[in-house]
């Protein structure tokens, strides 16, 4: 077997991993490299899109493969020799190239990241590509395919089999594969959520499958622990109880966890949580999924902000017809957590928090420069509006005890770190071989 980084090499993110036993080829993810975008581009320097994909080419962003992008990107018509991609979860690292991808290639994906992936595709601005879940036409049958835990795939000389991990998203997954070698793919993982039991799952599966490589995330391999959600509920709880006026979260609104950590702890303190539309919109759409424990949209703890606009887009108005609605000015700031993230800061200015209100940051520090200074831009606000800032988090990623525990557990014959800064850590901290992969560099397995 062969195995090809086309990303997620010395960074977080940007997984994309080519594997080939015999005439079998797959694609494990797919995702933007953040990171290498950022080195070349920012804001209005961008790449330019009339030139299809020459400049991502020139810069060594994206990998250039015969046959492997979509045909209106304007490349060679070249067939492609990709059997199918597979994605682990709904994160933009992971699948957020897959609309640049051929279209005769089929992408897997769990039932819950598809669902995850169009509410993204309805509710955001389109991407440069093809839509990211494209409808089937009368000519052109979709691409999609979608599984659950306990689906196995046999294409061409290798077996696939999916296992569900836990991690700030739901629908994650990590992969067995089995060609003449038997590898894992992590995905990205940890053992400090609400469902620690889906990655003790995947761990077992992984263990069992006598694997000779392990392709392991290592995004905390240098942060030796971790809080986890139940104390991060726990301080969210406090911060409310503590706070006389409007308590103001910022967390990611896809992480459901989160979501529902802040939920619960609005409840427990008699509170109604106001959300933005794009999530209620999300909610709406996973409410169906029976795996998932996710409060409905119409619970009287929480109500969906409307934002003072002039025009709605399409979805929104459609939204305004089922849900009952809060605007700035009717509702009372004693008795609400209003969900404002980076992106809404000037909702602020709608609605004046009181003296003595609090700003929730539930997210991790910035972890670049630019990350730096959005942050010491929030911060503006926090000062402007004399808000007292509190910062409560759990990373969607394993600790490195955790990390180190769950390699050794599987007990690989080698491990090839990935979706990490600092993979060479590895080397020190377990005594199972250690291979640290070069990116576009073929690797004999
Ligand atoms: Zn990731
Ligand atoms: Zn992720």
């Known amino acids: 077997m062969e195995l090809k980084c086309l990303g997620g090499v010395n960074e977080i993110g940007g997984n994309a991993f ?6 079998t080829h797959i694609l494990l993810d797919f995702g933007k490299s953040f990171k290498q975008e950022g080195r070349f581009f920012s804001g209005f320097l961008k790449a330019r899109t009339s030139k299809g994909l020459q400049d991502f080419f020139e ?4 990998p250039e493969i015969d046959g492997f992008y979509s045909s209106d990107l304007r490349l060679n018509k070249k067939d492609t020799n990709i059997t199918a991609c597979f994605l682990s979860h709904a994160h933009l690292d992971h699948f957020g190239n897959i609309n640049l991808l051929n279209e005769k290639i089929p992408i897997f994906m769990g039932e819950t990241a598809k669902t995850i992936i169009q509410s993204i595709q309805d509710t955001s601005r389109v991407p440069f590509g093809r839509p990211f879940i494209r409808d089937a036409t009368d000519e052109v049958p979709s691409n999609v395919r979608t599984f659950r835990t306990g689906d196995v795939f046999q294409l061409g000389t290798m077996e696939i089999i999916p296992i569900h991990v836990d991690h700030s998203i739901p629908g994650s997954y990590g992969y067995i594969i089995k060609g003449n070698k038997t590898i894992v793919y992590s995905g990205d993982l940890r053992l400090h959520g609400w469902r620690k039991d889906l990655t003790k799952d995947f761990i077992q599966e992984a263990k069992n499958s006598n694997p000779d490589i392990l392709l392991m995330e290592g995004t905390n391999i240098n942060e ?5 959600e139940i104390q991060v509920r726990e301080d969210i709880s406090k911060t409310i109880a503590s706070t006389k006026e409007l308590v103001i979260a910022n967390y990611s609104l ?3 966890d ?3 950590s802040f939920y619960l702890a609005t409840k427990e303190n008699g509170r ?3 959300i933005n539309t794009k999530q209620a919109y999300l909610l709406k759409m996973l409410q169906d999924d029976p795996n998932l424990d996710i409060p409905s949209v119409t619970d009287p703890h929480i109500q969906v902000y409307k934002r003072s606009k002039t025009k709605f887009y399409k979805w929104e108005e459609q939204l305004f017809e089922e849900l009952h609605l809060v605007e700035k000015n009717n509702f009372d700031q004693s ?4 969900h404002c993230d980076f992106w809404n800061l000037p909702d602020l200015i709608d609605i004046k928090p009181k003296q003595h209100s609090t700003y929730l940051y539930s997210h991790g520090d910035p972890f670049d420069i630019e990350g730096e200074l959005d942050f010491n831009r ?13 910062q409560y988090h759990a990373s969607g990623h394993a600790s490195q005890y955790d990390l180190i525990k769950i390699v050794n557990k599987i007990e690989p014959d080698l491990v090839i770190p990935i979706h990490s800064e600092q993979p060479e850590l590895y080397e020190d901290l377990i005594e199972i071989p250690v291979l640290l992969p070069k990116k576009y560099h073929n690797i004999h397995l």
């Open 224 to 228: 030796v622990s971790t809080m986890d």
């Open 59 to 62: 810069l060594g962003i994206l």
């Open 258 to 260: 989160r979501f529902r």
């Open 335 to 338: 008795t609400a957590v209003f």
């Open 272 to 274: 109604k949580l106001l």
């Open 18 to 23: 080519l594997l080939k036993n015999a005439d």
């Open 378 to 390: 929030m911060m503006e606000w926090i000062n402007h509006y004399n808000l007292k800032f509190k």
């Open 254 to 256: 896809r992480d459901i």
